[in-house]
T-cell receptor
Framework: GENVEQHPSTLSVQEGDSAVIKCTYS??????FPWYKQELGKGPQLIID?????GEKKDQRIAVTLNKTAKHFSLHITETQPEDSAVYFC????????????FGTGTRLLVSP | NAGVTQTPKFQVLKTGQSMTLQCAQD?????MYWYRQDPGMGLRLIYY???????DKGEVPNGYNVSRLNKREFSLRLESAAPSQTSVYFC???????????FGPGTRLLVL
């Protein structure tokens, strides 16, 4: 089955800096990679995802890159703001398709004003 | 739309007690999920239901049972709670054919 590793577990940056969170996966057949953001006291919410047929996807200040050869993908947040402070989870399919996901262990991002 | 709702928000149980966590969604989604979230372990799938009347085990199903009562509701039952089941439980739903899972606000469970 799929195994997802996520680093770092905590990340502190100053407002305006960039933040990068990295995940590796084990199943070369995996083809869908979402990122979820969890604010304090709430459930996770999808912020961006990427399919294996593209190498990069952007949405305003966030982007995800995928390296299929190395089996890793990363979340990039530019011009960080205090409201970006949250826990971020990467995920990959548990089996073929995207019906079931395996989540990384999470990264707590703290953006200081 | 309320989205995904969960009850209760918080519960304290004694070892050996039973309880049912309730989840409902009003988005007409086919698939529903139960996860548990523990510090340093991320979200782990307990059970999954692709549609009404079907359920499938996830990564950590032991000690739990589920019921997909109808298309809207998916409940998680602990028959004999153990301290190891202390966790935050999240329900999620997904529309058929699309990837995004929508999560509820969670139920915090403490088993003494």
């Amino acid at each position: 089955g799929e195994n997802v590793e996520q680093h770092p577990s905590t990340l502190s940056v100053q407002e305006g800096d960039s933040a990068v969170i990295k995940c590796t996966y084990s199943d070369s057949a995996s083809n869908y990679f979402p990122w979820y953001k969890q604010e304090l006291g709430k459930g996770p919410q999808l912020i961006i995802d990427i399919r294996s047929n593209v190498g990069e996807k952007k949405d305003q200040r966030i982007a995800v890159t995928l390296n299929k050869t190395a089996k890793h993908f990363s979340l990039h947040i530019t011009e960080t703001q205090p409201e970006d402070s949250a826990v971020y989870f990467c995920a990959a399919p548990l089996a073929t398709g995207f019906q079931k996901l395996v989540f990384g262990t999470g990264t707590r991002l703290l953006v200081s004003p | 739309n309320a989205g995904v709702t969960q009850t209760p928000k918080f519960q304290v149980l004694k070892t050996g007690q039973s309880m049912t966590l309730q989840c409902a969604q009003d988005m007409n989604h086919n698939s529903m999920y139960w996860y548990r979230q523990d510090p340093g372990m991320g979200l782990r799938l307990i059970y999954y239901s692709a549609s009404e009347g079907t359920t499938d085990k996830g990564e950590v199903p032991n000690g739990y049972n589920v019921s997909r009562l109808n298309k809207r509701e998916f409940s998680l039952r602990l028959e004999s709670a153990a301290p190891s089941q202390t966790s935050v439980y999240f329900c999620a739903s997904r529309k058929q054919g699309l990837e995004t899972q929508y999560f509820g606000p969670g139920t915090r469970l403490l088993v003494l």
